[in-house]
């Protein structure tokens, strides 16, 4: 197959035909990336224009909609002559004079005939890829449809034969009598940002890692397991569980935020997390009991940075009746392993209140150095100011802190949890 799309009279350009190409992976590329699709197609001699849902599966394209909207009906029996376009802004440009004003984009143009997918076995494909394209993966995380809504659903394909890719790049093009007019001229970038996802009322599940814009890698949600406490992605699920393991006023003590108290308070302080997870700043996780089941509390990175390597341990909240147990030991261990030794974090750091002795000496032994303090850092919940002690491991003292926390484990000694 030829890497280039056949020129046709429909697809050459009778003007700017620099902006034109016939790239078939080009093409392909900027199909698999956009979400703005059009669809043009005439009705009884009346053109119509139709947002729809696109994919591309090898040559073809299959576009989303009603089999008893004005695109299904219209495209019973032998299919639908059609115009599609999928564009990406990528920039506005302003020149000096209007009429040298343009923006960037890549765009794609196909024309042919689009036919209605009747196989109920080959549109059930189809909307799966449909539903991968705006998450790899949720097809198989969501119901397929059934027969009833296999009806009234409309799929029609489209082979990619005519096809012309139309771009623009680069700046500002003003005739050169208007370059010494004093006004701004330049391009303004344009990017597309997802999220953070709303969870509808009655889900437990987490948002996705496969979600578009979900946030930082480092910020994926993995399950870290051990033989004293199982790390598992924090989720709506475990509220009932968070309420009553951290009903007591003194897990709360030093934490920067007051005590939920009743479940609408947990929910929503487990949505607050999520939200911080998908701009990147945060990983939350539950802690659970490996054999029970049986949530234990709450721990997270936080402050994730990527560009200089490092990221917080902290938010860590354990149930009073696991204090002095080996869970905050494994806990961190697992925490301090999947960052070093899975991302690749060159520092791990800890912010902890100056006033909370217990939580400093419990970091103190777990390998980490007191790099300083923070003044005046955060408000606590009385209104009062927080000093913040703060604490640090490298990538070089990782190693022997590594040992030192696996050999205490393997004694099984308790330990004094920090809650940082």
Request: hydrophobic share 40%; with cysteine.
């Amino acid at each position: 197959m030829s890497d280039l799309y056949p020129q046709t009279d429909r697809t050459t350009a009778t003007r700017y035909r620099d902006r034109m190409a016939y790239d078939r992976p080009a093409a392909h590329a900027i199909l698999d990336e956009a979400y703005d699709c059009s669809v043009a197609f005439v009705v009884d001699g009346e053109p119509r224009v139709l947002p729809t849902l696109h994919v591309r599966v090898g040559d073809t394209l299959y576009l989303h909609g009603s089999s008893g909207g004005r695109m299904g009906l219209t495209a019973r029996g032998d299919g639908v002559p059609v115009c599609v376009s999928v564009t990406l802004l990528d920039a506005i440009v302003y020149a000096r004079s209007q009429f040298h004003h343009s923006a960037n984009y890549r765009s794609v143009v196909v024309h042919g005939v689009a036919r209605p997918v009747l196989s109920a076995e080959a549109k059930r494909a189809a909307m799966s890829a449909l539903a991968d394209k705006i998450g790899a993966g949720r097809a198989a995380e969501s119901r397929p449809p059934t027969k009833q809504e296999l009806a009234q659903t409309a799929v029609l394909a489209l082979p990619l034969e005519e096809v012309s890719v139309r771009s623009r790049a680069g700046g500002v093009k003003d005739d050169e009598h208007d370059l010494s007019l004093p006004h701004w001229a330049g391009v303004l970038p344009v990017g597309r940002a997802f999220g953070p996802p709303s969870t509808a009322a009655g889900v437990t599940a987490a948002p996705p890692a496969y979600l578009p814009g979900g946030g930082s890698p480092w910020a994926r949600p993995v399950v870290l397991e051990g033989r004293h406490v199982r790390l598992e992605p924090l989720t709506h699920a475990h509220v009932d569980g968070l309420l009553e393991a951290l009903a007591d006023e003194e897990v709360w003590r030093y934490l920067p935020l007051p005590q939920a108290r009743t479940r609408e308070q947990m929910a929503a302080h487990v949505a607050d997390l999520h939200e911080r997870q998908w701009t990147g700043f945060q990983l939350p996780w539950a802690q659970v009991d490996p054999v029970t089941g049986t949530v234990i509390g709450l721990t997270s990175y936080h402050d994730i940075d990527p560009v200089n390597r490092s990221l917080g341990i902290g938010h860590t909240m354990v149930g009073r009746r696991w204090w002095r147990t080996g869970v905050n030991t494994e806990a961190k261990l697992l925490l301090l392993e999947h960052a070093f030794e899975t991302l690749g974090a060159e520092k791990v750091f800890w912010y902890t209140d100056i006033r909370n002795d217990r939580s400093q000496r419990a970091i103190a032994r777990l390998g980490a150095t007191r790099d300083g303090m923070i003044r005046k850092q955060r408000r606590r919940p009385d209104g009062t100011w927080r000093d913040t002690v703060v604490f640090a491991m490298t990538s070089e003292e990782w190693p022997a802190a590594a040992a030192r926390l696996r050999e205490r484990l393997a004694a099984g000694g308790p330990v004094t949890l920090a809650k940082a």
